[in-house]
């Protein structure tokens, strides 16, 4: 009789081993009163999972997005705005609207603009400005147009022909004599030749 009571004794603390384990009630828990929902399967879960560190939830964008780089400031992208409409009046404007909002925030495509543009130094912006003012076609350029004019131009390829050539060493004196002395040697065989042929 007692072998029966350690048999069901054994029993119920499997059962109630493998309840914990799957985050289930077990049936004998008076205080349970939430059930699973039949239409939904409870997860099963690994024996080692409480030992298993807990991960932290990725991201699903990485953490150098563009819309963390930095940008020109807004008060740099009036001033480029300002600019343009010096150079092209009220053609930029309606192209691309106006820098700022009344609450001094910039405008979607002006912040486009600053995004695209941050990298460049004020030198290349004067670049790209004065470009724009020798093209003579009165429309503004486009973003990308504009990135292209304020890039420093790479020079031109030079010509194969154009290359300088290495440059040889100069011969020695000893090389020098030795081929003057098979020069005259060869010379002096050609007149005795010669002598010879106008004798006959």
Not at 84 to 101: I, K, M, Q, S
Not at 132 to 138: A, E, M, P, Q, T
Request: hydrophobic share 35%.
């Amino acid at each position: 009789m007692s072998d029966l009571k350690h048999a069901k004794a054994y029993l119920e603390f499997l059962r109630s081993s493998l309840d914990a384990r799957e985050k289930r009630p077990s049936p004998n828990d008076a205080n349970a009163t939430t059930a699973t929902p039949p239409d939904s399967t409870p997860a099963l879960t690994p024996p080692n999972a409480l030992a298993m560190p807990v991960k932290p939830p990725q991201t699903r964008f990485p953490a150098s997005s563009p819309g963390t780089e930095p940008g020109m400031a807004p008060r740099a992208v009036l001033a480029l705005w300002s600019r343009f409409t010096h150079l092209y009046g009220n053609r930029f404007e309606n192209a691309y609207g106006p820098a700022l909002h009344e609450s001094g925030e910039l405008h979607p495509v002006a912040a486009t603009w600053a995004k695209a543009l941050g990298g460049f130094t004020g030198d290349d912006l004067a670049r790209g400005l004065r470009a724009c003012l020798d093209r003579n076609d009165g429309w503004p350029p486009s973003l990308p147009e504009f990135r292209a004019l304020c890039r420093e131009p790479v020079p031109p390829p030079i010509p194969l022909c154009h290359r300088l050539l290495p440059r040889t060493l100069p011969e020695p004196d000893s090389v020098k004599q030795a081929r003057r002395e098979k020069g005259r040697v060869a010379l002096d065989e050609l007149k005795t030749l010669l002598r010879g042929a106008i004798a006959a």
